[in-house]
């Protein structure tokens, strides 16, 4: 797939789009293993569907970002989001501008 990129995940805009995100099992799965200190394993996510891909490196990312910022998120359910990663990525969908086409 030559040329394909990210752009078609242009992030969320309100904590009412952010949500369903935040709460996939992979995004979760994402964070944990971040903050767990387990490396990135191409392998394991290389069958996964491409959502899945994204939706796990997101969660990455987040975790990197609030360790980045001194942060430390204790999250064990993913269906409970704590209350300081929830105002987080809503303020960030708030303050995003609009997606350029």
């Not at 752009?7 to 789009?17: D, E, K, L, P, V």
């Not at 935040?22 to 490396?39: A, I, K, M, T």
């Not at 204790?74 to 501008?97: C, G, M, Q, Y």
Request: hydrophobic share 40%; net charge positive; glycine share 6%.
């Amino acid at each position: 797939m030559i040329g394909v990129a990210n752009n078609r995940f242009f992030g969320a805009r309100s904590w009412r789009t952010a949500k369903p995100v935040v709460l996939h099992p992979r995004f979760f799965e994402g964070f944990l293993d971040f903050v767990g200190e387990r490396p990135f394993d191409y392998r394991k996510i290389d069958g996964w569907p491409l959502l899945d891909q994204h939706r796990y490196e997101n969660g990455r990312e987040l975790a990197a970002e609030c360790r980045a910022a001194g942060i430390a998120v204790r999250w064990r359910d993913r269906t409970r989001i704590p209350r300081f990663l929830k105002s987080l990525v809503a303020e960030r969908a708030r303050n995003r501008h609009p997606a350029r086409l």
